[in-house]
């Protein structure tokens, strides 16, 4: 599976815990690459939307999700980074809460999970790479180097989202957010498949009252302590 020669670090967790950034910060320290796993169901969602699929149908989805055509272009000095879907860059439509709830919809059926699990395994390259998702270290990268688990309660997880709304001019409404939240953690904690939650080799964070650069330095100095860097 993991070759140690291509070190993974894996950080899962609920949404809204600062794995995102924590996972590009993570990744730009160390020079590995990385890996934004909700990025390739939130694309299936996308191209489900975009295609008039049904959450249901599981056939067709995860032909979408087998053949997505899809490129992941890094940040450079210039410029952010992109997602190219079909020839269209899609990095702000994938973020769009439908797509958020489509994405963890589909992310329930057992074959589109199987479909994008290769997909992501060939993420783990020299000479790293960070992955952050939900089953990052159960069922992905089983052996990776390091796990985390980052957590923080869903009425701040709901505030920093609505944070991030109100920086791109969107006004929003906190309970619905929460709720959408916890709707969305109920569906991730249950699935039958791969479902969220740490695993047993996990180090747990919470970042509620930790700002991203204190988790990023618990984060190095567990790596430092291990012997991983
Ligand atoms: O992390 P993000 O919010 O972009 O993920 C969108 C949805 O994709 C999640 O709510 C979850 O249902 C699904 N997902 C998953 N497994 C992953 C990453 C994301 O099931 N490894």
Redesign the pocket.
């Known amino acids: 599976m993991t070759n140690p020669k291509n070190p993974v670090v894996t950080i899962?967790g609920p949404?809204?815990a600062g794995?995102?950034t924590l996972a590009s910060l993570l990744a730009k320290e160390l020079g590995w690459h990385l890996l934004?796993?909700?990025?390739?169901?939130?694309l299936t969602?996308l191209a489900a939307i975009n295609h008039g699929v049904a959450a249901e149908d599981e056939e067709t989805l995860c032909v979408l999700a087998g053949h997505l055509d899809v490129r992941f272009v890094a940040a450079t000095e210039d410029s952010d980074a992109q997602i190219i879907l079909e020839g269209e860059q899609v990095e702000s439509a994938?973020?769009a809460e439908e797509v958020?709830?489509m994405?963890?919809?589909?992310?329930?059926l057992p074959r589109v999970?199987d479909a994008l699990l290769q997909r992501?395994r060939a993420f783990a390259e020299r000479p790293g790479l960070v992955?952050?998702?939900?089953?990052?270290g159960t069922?992905?990268f089983p052996d990776a180097v390091i796990k985390f688990y980052l957590t923080a309660e869903a009425e701040e997880r709901a505030r920093r989202r609505m944070e991030q709304l109100k920086q791109k001019g969107i006004d929003a409404n906190f309970d619905r957010l929460l709720s959408d939240i916890i709707a969305?953690d109920e569906?991730?904690m249950n699935?039958e498949i791969?479902p969220?939650k740490p695993a047993d080799d996990a180090i747990m964070l919470d970042s509620t009252r930790l700002t991203i650069q204190e988790v990023l330095s618990r984060m190095l100095d567990q790596m430092r302590q291990q012997g991983i860097i």
Request: no cysteine; charged share 40%.
């Open positions: 899962d949404g809204g794995k995102g934004d796993s909700g990025a390739l169901y939130r969602a994938i973020r958020g709830k994405a963890s919809r589909i992310a329930t999970r992501q992955a952050d998702g939900r089953d990052m069922v992905v969305r569906r991730d699935r791969a969220l």
